[in-house]
């Protein structure tokens, strides 16, 4: 079993729905979370922190759940430049443990 | 936000050849940097993490012997592909973390290597 595991998608979404997906880690020593994005042949940009309370930014939320080792991203309103491969990431004791990412398709 | 510079951004070789890749961070000290090489709609692979002044950690399955990482400084750390084949192509990226916690990886714009 992989440290951190997501659903491979892709996830195919009309413009405008609201999408979700997880990301689970089994490793409870892990001390930060991060969503990075990325686009088809560029590196992986850094989407927004995870917090213990969770976070807002914009159209993008994300949340973690320490008792049930999971992080969450939801984008509402999703916009067809919201296609991507979102991937989640680990860091435990300065290693990033990178999740294989899950593919959103955003369709008008 | 921080940035970290990696050249060239895309390079061509012949088989047999060795290529060098450089990633740099600019505006922070990197304890620590990451070496990735993804395929074609894969997800990133780590290869390696070095760190400053040591050997760098080969994953699984990494040959140390054809993949050479040097982490020489805080702000440089190269990884050179020897005698490169055509199985060598891909995209290949480095990120650096600053070595707080809950900092995040900066990554480099990607090499893409094509080996002919």
């Known amino acids: 079993r992989k440290e951190v595991e997501q659903d491979p998608g892709p996830f195919n979404v009309p413009e405008g729905a609201t999408v979700a997906f997880n990301c689970t880690y089994s490793?409870?020593?892990?001390?930060?979370f991060f969503w990075y994005r990325q686009d088809c042949r560029k590196e992986p940009k850094l989407l927004m922190s995870?917090?213990?309370?969770?976070n807002e930014d914009g159209r993008f939320t994300a949340q973690l759940n320490r008792a049930s080792q999971y992080i969450s991203l939801l984008i509402r309103d999703s916009k067809l430049s919201d296609s991507a491969t979102y991937l989640c990431?680990?860091?435990?004791?300065?290693?990033?443990?990178w999740g294989a990412g899950t593919k959103l398709i955003i369709k008008p | 936000g921080a940035v970290v510079s990696q050249h060239p951004s895309w390079v061509i070789c012949k088989s047999g050849t060795s290529v060098k890749i450089e990633c740099r961070s600019l505006?922070?000290?990197?304890?620590?940097m990451f070496w990735y090489r993804q395929f074609p709609k894969q997800s990133l692979m780590l290869m390696a993490t070095s760190n400053e002044g040591s050997k760098a950690t080969y994953e699984q399955g990494v040959e140390k012997d054809k993949f050479l990482i040097n982490h020489a400084s805080l702000t440089l750390s190269t990884l050179t592909v020897t005698s490169a084949h055509p199985e060598d192509s891909s995209f290949y990226i480095c990120?650096?973390?600053?070595?707080?916690?809950?900092?995040?990886?900066?990554f480099g714009q990607g090499t893409r290597l094509t080996v002919v």
């Open positions: 505006d922070f000290q990197a304890t620590t």
């Open positions: 995870v917090y213990s309370s969770g």
């Open positions: 990431v680990v860091n435990r004791n300065y290693q990033l443990i």
């Open positions: 490793n409870s020593a892990s001390q930060s």
């Open positions: 990120s650096a973390i600053e070595g707080r916690m809950n900092t995040e990886a900066f």
